[in-house]
């Protein structure tokens, strides 16, 4: 998305009344909510083979390293593991700001932004 593009959402969004902006909020953060959940279960499902598949986490093999004489698939395996490592972690900060947000509202408010929406 382009600098301008977001300029425009941002000012669209501060130019609606607050009580709609805090109903799409709490939608969105729904929605991200779920989204988010699933990230997770995946990520979670990638670590735990990688750790299966090597015996240690990744944390432990950034710790020792990868051996001198390891192949192609070790180091492709590092990149992949390395990635859904980050995906895992990023994932959770995000869940964590969502939950915050869903928390921060009053009871039934998040339920009556979905039902408006449907």
Do not use: C
């Not at 799409?24 to 929605?31: P, Q, T």
């Not at 598949?53 to 990868?66: D, F, H």
């Not at 700001?97 to 929406?117: H, M, N, Q, V």
Request: overall charge negative.
């Amino acid at each position: 998305m382009s600098a301008e593009s977001t300029l425009k959402i941002e000012a669209s969004l501060a130019a609606l009344p607050s009580p709609e902006r805090k109903r799409l909020a709490l939608y969105g953060a729904r929605l991200l909510l779920t989204e988010m959940e699933s990230r997770l279960a995946l990520a979670t499902r990638e670590l735990a083979r990688f750790e299966s598949k090597y015996g240690m986490n990744l944390a432990r093999l950034q710790e020792i390293g990868l051996p001198e004489n390891a192949g192609l698939e070790a180091h492709e395996d590092y990149v992949e593991w390395s990635g859904w490592q980050a995906t895992y972690d990023e994932t959770r900060q995000i869940l964590e700001t969502l939950k915050t947000i869903l928390a921060e509202s009053p009871t039934g408010e998040g339920a009556d932004a979905l039902a408006f929406a449907e």
